[in-house]
């Protein structure tokens, strides 16, 4: 007898936790294996934050927050939203949930119905695809590659857009390639997105503030499409905050005031320490945090050195992020190691096995062809991974 439900079977495991335990269980086996798969800064909280939360224990709040979150965390956001991002939103227009990945299932379960479809410029995170399944939508894909950057045109938004479609799901700076869509191009994606006012705009930003080399974008920022987006944001990446799970949706207010009439039934509100830190962090300067983008600069730019010098991979220098989206095409339909290579999960895995570098392929960010390396580690770990891959492919070139 099957006691799963039909959802719950049509969910994938996510491929970054997969290949992240199996190099926890090689490392555990007492093999030296360097993992290059989680999206987490290696840095530690910054002091302020921290002495935010202990003042918010000691000052007990401990108790329930309102389901949307504090007043004062959703005043701060709006102020950081006009301060970073020229975007004018009132608190009854912010949701504060447990983490981004939350904020996102919240606007999809308000406006997807089954059948409904969303589209996805491939790469895409993992989750993206996973979550449009789970509320009962279809994911509908637009291919692009590094040639381009990574990313979609307005030409091919349009040539995907159906009487079905019901949102637009894309993050900028993007999760896994390290690209950002320019103010010229959301422009002209936005003016696409203005002629179908059934359309929905997810825009997820939550690496906004890891951009190297031009300013961030939100596609909100056009008065033309305002009242068709949902800017996703959080605590995670820029203040490296990952374990203290605050997202939040900014939105128009039919919209803020669905994703908190849902929340209210799931969640609840978020932890209420986390928020009360979390005012501290948006209230501060971000050039205070500054230091974590330099250093995730420098790791850019050593690794992408080093990648140049390994044979059959194809590398563009990512714009933002901490992540490297390598084509793989030379090594795919090759026999390595007395493996075949279908494509880039074989290939993430005969490098685990190999090399002993764990990364994470290709297939569950809607691209078979290409892998991802996080360079949020240390120096020594990102040279000596990149040697390892070097000596192991050198063989195969």
């Known amino acids: ?56 224990i000691h000052e007990n709040y401990s108790h329930y927050s309102p389901v949307p979150g504090f007043l004062e965390l959703r005043q701060a956001i709006a102020h950081k939203l006009k301060r970073d991002n020229n975007l004018e939103y009132k608190p009854q227009q912010i949701v504060v949930s447990n983490g981004a990945k939350q904020s996102i299932l919240n606007v999809l379960a308000a406006i997807i119905n089954d059948g409904d479809e969303v589209i996805l410029p491939a790469p895409y995170w993992v989750s993206y695809h996973e979550m449009v399944k789970m509320m009962g939508g279809k994911s509908v894909f637009i291919e692009t590659s590094i040639e381009d950057d990574y990313k979609m045109t307005a030409a091919q938004l349009q040539a995907a857009i159906t ?42 930003e939550i690496y906004e503030y890891i951009n190297y080399d ?64 979390s005012i501290v962090g948006l209230n501060t300067d971000p050039a205070e945090y500054r230091y974590m983008i330099d250093s995730f600069r420098e790791r850019r730019d050593l690794v992408y050195n080093l990648l140049l010098e390994i044979p059959g991979l194809k590398v563009n220098l990512p714009k933002a992020a901490f992540y490297f989206f390598v084509d793989i095409t030379h090594y795919l339909g090759k026999e390595l190691a007395g493996k075949l290579i279908k494509d880039s999960d074989d290939f993430a895995m005969f490098l685990l096995e190999q090399a002993q570098v764990a990364c994470v392929g290709g297939v569950s960010f809607g691209d078979p062809s290409s892998i991802r390396f996080s360079y949020a580690a240390s120096e020594a770990d990102l040279r000596t991974a990149m040697q390892r891959i070097k000596d192991c492919l050198i063989q195969y070139s």
């Open 163 to 204: 009487p079905k479609t019901k949102a637009v799901l894309y993050s900028s700076p993007c999760n896994p390639s390290g690209s950002y869509y320019t103010r010229a191009e959301l422009k002209a994606i936005a003016e696409v997105i203005a002629k179908h006012p059934q359309i929905t705009v997810i825009s997820d």
């Open 1 to 56: 007898m099957n006691k799963y439900s039909d959802r719950l079977q049509r969910l994938s495991y996510s491929q970054t936790f997969v290949m992240s335990n199996k190099a926890r269980e090689m490392k555990a086996a007492g093999i030296d294996v360097i993992s290059l798969t989680l999206g987490e800064p290696d840095f530690d909280v910054p002091a302020n934050i921290k002495q935010a939360a202990i003042d918010a």
């Open 214 to 277: 031009g300013e961030h974008v939100s596609i909100a920022e056009f008065p033309e499409v305002y009242e068709q987006v949902a800017v996703i944001n959080g605590m995670s990446k820029a203040f490296a905050m990952t374990g203290w799970r605050i997202g939040y949706s900014a939105s128009p207010e039919w919209l803020s005031g669905a994703c908190e009439k849902i929340q209210g039934q799931m969640t609840s509100g978020a932890n209420t320490v986390a928020q009360r830190a």
